[in-house]
């Protein structure tokens, strides 16, 4: 199966097809300042038209939902920090079992604010995040203390292209959140470029879906274990982009999803 028999479900019936997308690297092209990052051109337009028109349109990310919110409307649902926060119908949510490992990512932070430099730091509210894109002489010794700070607190360390990621140890992944955003739809796309996409993938895959598309969107440093995972394959954030748009087209009848065409 793959992003054809998708687009054949959404030329029949639009509300049975659900698109899901990661943002960085997805939507956006990566950028060494983590703040900096934006969606590329039309990516916001082509989420606002297919949630015209599927069932189901939702943002899955690492990020925190304030950062997501800063660039996703409320009308496209939002999943942040791999389903620790939510924006779900415009209302914002927040898992209560992650209030207890606030104060242990608050000290943390403090103990990496002390022992590296800021561009390192992203500090996600409920997980912190350790970057070396800029700094990629300190890798080891991020990657170290990471580690070490995972051992002693229970925190999981979970890699990430250029950068590792210590998050609460709490059993969500984003094919969780792809579950808990399907509402009977039974033909699902999931967009996405690293580790933290996979489980998503997975999902689908092991779903009991009427059609679904397994999209990896390919960089220089796309995993290689990945590619392994996708039903279809597109080369940067604005061929992605072209994807949405092409559903989009295709589920408001402005063109054909018959191969032939
Ligand atoms: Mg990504």
């Not at 943002?59 to 660039?71: E, N, W």
């Not at 796309?222 to 992605?240: F, H, M, Q, Y």
Request: net charge negative; glycine share 6%.
């Amino acid at each position: 199966m793959a992003i054809a028999d998708v687009l054949e479900v959404a030329r029949r019936d639009p509300s049975a097809v659900a698109v899901f997308t990661d943002f960085d690297g997805t939507l956006s092209h990566i950028h060494a300042d983590p703040d900096a990052v934006v969606p590329v051109d039309g990516a916001v337009v082509a989420l606002e038209a297919l949630r015209q028109v599927l069932g189901a349109v939702a943002v899955i990310s690492g990020r925190p939902i304030d950062f997501l919110a800063r660039h996703i409307p409320e009308a496209v649902d939002l999943s942040g920090l791999y389903g620790i926060e939510r924006r779900v119908g415009g209302v914002p949510g927040v898992i209560p079992e992650a209030d207890a490992w606030r104060p242990v990512i608050r000290e943390q932070l403090d103990d990496a604010q002390r022992r590296f430099p800021p561009e390192v730091i992203e500090d996600k509210g409920y997980s912190l995040t350790l970057h070396f894109r800029r700094t990629a002489e300190l890798e080891d010794e991020v990657a170290l203390w990471a580690h070490e700070v995972a051992a002693q607190t229970g925190l999981q360390a979970r890699p990430a292209k250029m950068s590792i990621e210590l998050h609460p140890p709490l059993p969500l992944t984003k094919g969780d959140a792809v579950r808990s955003l399907t509402s009977g739809q039974t033909a699902i796309v999931y967009l996405g470029d690293d580790h933290g996409d996979a489980p998503a993938w997975q999902e689908l895959r092991a779903g009991a879906y009427e059609a679904i598309a397994c999209v990896v969107v390919t960089s220089d440093d796309t995993p290689e274990e990945l590619r392994g995972l996708a039903t279809d394959i597109v080369s940067s954030p604005e061929s992605a982009v072209a994807l949405l748009n092409e559903i989009a087209s295709v589920a408001t009848g402005q063109v054909s999803s018959s191969p032939s065409n």
